[in-house]
């Protein structure tokens, strides 16, 4: 065995692209997460300054352009933890520019001045988190064109 190769997990990914296609795949996570304790996980990847992510799809592994990716969904229960459902929860509705609406509900983390829907999507991150009863759906902002709560 490789002594410089990092053991990695799978993790099932369904990807909407901006050119409306789906993909559904497998991402490679870490053991471990340097920014919290246990595994890295798809919402940890996706906001690497990293410019393609590799999707093991259909027996192949395919590099995406992650600034390409509208949105990913995985299951809430491999990812969800509490500290992900820190501060205020709100319902909002978002309508993406491939005509998408996501309904679901974020956690607003921030200082009370700061603990508006505005401040939460006003945050530079290249994805939001968005918690639906199953899943955890992860926005690329670049494709979102309205939010309502």
Sequence with gaps: M????????????????????????????????????????????LNEAVPFIPVKAAGKVVLLNAVQIVTAAVPSKSEKDDLMTLGKRYAIRIKTTQDKEISGDIFVNLPEESSRVKDYFNQSTRFFAIFQPDSIVYVNPNFILTVEE
């Design 2 to 45: 490789d002594e410089r190769r990092v053991e990695k997990v799978t993790q099932p990914v369904s990807f909407e692209l901006a050119d409306r296609r789906r993909l559904d795949g497998d991402v490679f996570l870490q053991q471990y997460e340097s920014h919290h304790t246990g595994r890295q996980t798809v919402g940890d990847l």
